[in-house]
C-alpha cells in the first residue's frame, strides 16, 4: 500500500468510528453529488501537496464541504465543524504503513450552493501530515 491509499484509508476512518456514526450526519467522498435537496451532510476531499519530509511522506489539505438547509442560519454548520475539530485537530491516525496527524482547522463560509440553491455550505479546512515508515 502506497502513501496516498494508506492516507486516505486513515482518513475515512475517523467516518467509520461509532462515535461518528451516531451523530448522524451523512459523509460522503469528494466525487458525491446530493440527490436530495435541504439535507445536511458533509462531502471530505483529501487534498495532498508537495511538501513532504521524505520519499515515503506526504502532506496535504482536508477540505470538507459541509452542507446544511438553506435560510437556517450557521449553527448547523457551526456545531459540525465543532464536531469535527474534536474527531481531527491535534489527532495522530494510525494507517497500515505510517500515521497521519492533523493540524489546526479553519472554517469558512461559502454561500448558496452553486449546484443546489436549497443548501448552504461550508468550508471546513485542516492540514495534514502522512508520515511513512
Known amino acids: 500500500m502506497g502513501k496516498?491509499?494508506?492516507s486516505i484509508k486513515a482518513i475515512y476512518s475517523v467516518f467509520d468510528m461509532a462515535g461518528w456514526k451516531a451523530l448522524s450526519i451523512p459523509t460522503y467522498p469528494s466525487n458525491f453529488v446530493a440527490a436530495v435537496p435541504g439535507n445536511k451532510y458533509i462531502r471530505v476531499t483529501p487534498i495532498f501537496g508537495s511538501e513532504a519530509i521524505d520519499i515515503r511522506s506526504s502532506s496535504g489539505i482536508l477540505n470538507i464541504d459541509i452542507f446544511t438547509p438553506a435560510g437556517e442560519g450557521t449553527?448547523?454548520?457551526?456545531?459540525i465543524a465543532d464536531h469535527l475539530d474534536a474527531y481531527l485537530v491535534a489527532k495522530l491516525l494510525s494507517g497500515t504503513n505510517g500515521k497521519v496527524q492533523f493540524g489546526n482547522s479553519y472554517l469558512a463560509s461559502q454561500g448558496a450552493d452553486k449546484s443546489n440553491n436549497s443548501l448552504y455550505r461550508h468550508l471546513y479546512t485542516i492540514p495534514f501530515n502522512y508520515f511513512g515508515v
Open 4 to 6: 496516498y491509499d494508506d
Open 75 to 79: 449553527a448547523n454548520a457551526i456545531a
